[in-house]
């Protein structure tokens, strides 16, 4: 089955900086990919998602890009705020045939300081 | 309704006794999910439902675990015999489509605080 591996784990930044989260998956036809963002004792809940036909994806100071030949995809973060702390999580999902289930990434716990 | 909804929202139980966690899902969303989220870990498949197709309960983490739902409706997880592993966080979530022909985005709950003693 599908196999989501997130790096990093933790990622400290200053106010202003850059973030980069970055995703693997083993499934080739996988062809959804959703970030979501859960804040401290909250739902996770989606900040962008991308779908295999497309190479990236912005939302404002948000952005994702798709790498189908090396199977990953990664979230950008830029002019980081301290309200874009929060744990992160990737996530893809496998082709059809099977069940429509999300395969989450471990998470990435980002922390952005004043 | 307007959200997913869990109850309880917090669950305190004695170990070895069994609890049922409650999910209403967002109305006409045909897909519904169970996650587990142990303290400061990731989200952990458990169950999925579609419609009324056969639920992929390859999640699941032992025979003490499981879940029903009627319809496109209302969902239990029910953890029998509980265990202190058991502690967690315990998230439902909805969808409106389970085809992959399109992307959809998955609605998540509050969540249910399970803390077994």
């Known amino acids: 089955g599908e196999n989501v591996e997130q790096h990093p784990s933790t990622l400290s930044v200053q106010e202003g900086d850059s973030a980069v989260i970055k995703c693997t998956y083993s499934d080739s036809a996988s062809n959804y990919f959703p970030w979501y963002k859960q804040e401290l004792g909250k739902r996770p809940q989606l900040i962008i998602d991308i779908r295999s036909n497309v190479g990236e994806k912005k939302d404002q100071r948000i952005a994702v890009t798709l790498n189908k030949t090396a199977k990953h995809f990664s979230l950008h973060i830029t002019e980081t705020q301290p309200e874009d702390s929060a744990v992160y999580f990737c996530?893809?999902?496998?082709?059809?045939?099977?069940?429509?289930?999300?395969?989450f990434g471990a998470g990435t716990r980002l922390a952005v300081h004043p | 309704g307007a959200g997913v909804s869990q109850s309880p929202s917090n669950k305190v139980t004695e170990k070895g006794k069994d609890v049922e966690l409650r999910c209403d899902p967002i109305s006409g969303h045909t897909a519904l999910y169970w996650y587990r989220q142990r303290l400061g870990q990731g989200l952990e498949f458990l169950i999925y439902f579609q419609g009324n197709s056969a639920p992929d309960k390859s999640g699941l983490p032992s025979d003490r675990f499981s879940a029903e739902r009627t319809g496109e409706s209302v969902s239990t997880l029910t953890i029998q015999r509980t265990q202190q592993e058991d502690s967690a966080v315990y998230l439902c979530a909805s969808s409106s489509l389970g085809q992959w022909t399109s992307g959809n985005t998955i609605y998540f709950g509050e969540g249910s605080w399970l803390t077994v003693v």
């Open positions: 996530a893809a999902r496998p082709p059809p045939g099977g069940y429509n289930k999300l395969i």
